[in-house]
């Protein structure tokens, strides 16, 4: 089976700090993918950044990058320079064979940043 | 390229009930998966649907169904609605099916009221 735990419920930023959310995952898939998603109170969800568990460098989109460590099995996502556009739910995701390539999802967290 | 689009946004329905949501996918994406989101159980998996046939499915029991048409517009039917259908109903689409790469792209998602 696969799990992935967001152990984080709630986090405060300041404006144009840096914020790392954690994500640890669990699996005995060969081969999977690892997903963030943002989900703003409007509900929808919104694809930030894709890691595969092959490759070799820690993926970057814009502000967002991933903190890969295999080895840990840990995904956090770092975003830079935060904007007050960022307060939002943060989900964690990741679909491999296991679950028939659905995308299984952290119970996330809730991101606030301050003026 | 316009994003997915699910209708309706809002529904609200009384126990009993069935209710029939919709959701087009990206234009060119062929696969279609549906999400259930609750403040209890998080983010579960339904189903997905690619070229018209149900590729997976998740633990939900058969009063929830699906299916897909040949332009890969999708609609998820609830029969029987319960208290505990209230949610928000996430579409989700894809170009290909499986491998743990494809990235799924969401919908604004549709909230269900039960009363």
């Known amino acids: 089976a696969q799990k992935i735990t967001q152990t984080q419920p709630g986090m405060f930023v300041q404006e144009k700090e840096a914020v790392t959310l954690d994500c640890t995952y669990d699996t005995s898939d060969p081969s999977y993918g690892l997903f963030w998603y943002k989900q703003p109170s409007s509900g929808e969800m919104i694809f930030l950044i894709y890691?595969?568990?092959?490759?070799?460098q820690n993926a970057t989109e814009g502000r967002y990058s991933l903190n890969f460590q295999k080895a840990r099995k840990s995904a956090n996502l770092v975003i830079s320079a935060s904007q007050l556009g960022d307060s939002a739910m943060y989900f964690c995701a990741m679909r491999g064979v296991l679950s028939g390539y659905a995308l299984n999802f952290g119970k996330g967290t809730s991101l606030l940043v301050t003026p | 390229k316009a994003g997915v689009t699910q209708t309706p946004r809002y529904l609200i329905k009384t126990r009993g009930q069935q209710v029939t949501l919709s959701c087009s996918p990206i234009?060119?994406?062929?696969?279609v998966s549906w999400y259930q989101q609750t403040p209890g159980q998080g983010l579960q998996f339904l189903f997905e649907?690619?070229?018209?046939?149900?590729?997976n499915k998740g633990n939900f029991p058969g009063r929830f169904s699906g299916r897909q048409f040949s332009n890969s517009r999708s609609e998820m039917n609830v029969s029987t609605l319960e208290l505990g259908d209230s949610a928000l109903y996430l579409c989700?689409?894809?170009?290909?099916?499986?491998?743990?790469?494809?990235?799924?792209?969401f919908g604004p998602g549709t909230r269900l009221l039960v009363l």
């Open positions: 989700a689409s894809s170009p290909r099916a499986g491998g743990p790469g494809e990235t799924q792209y």
């Open positions: 649907y690619f070229s018209e046939t149900q590729r």
């Open positions: 890691q595969g568990s092959y490759d070799q």
């Open positions: 234009s060119g994406h062929r696969s």
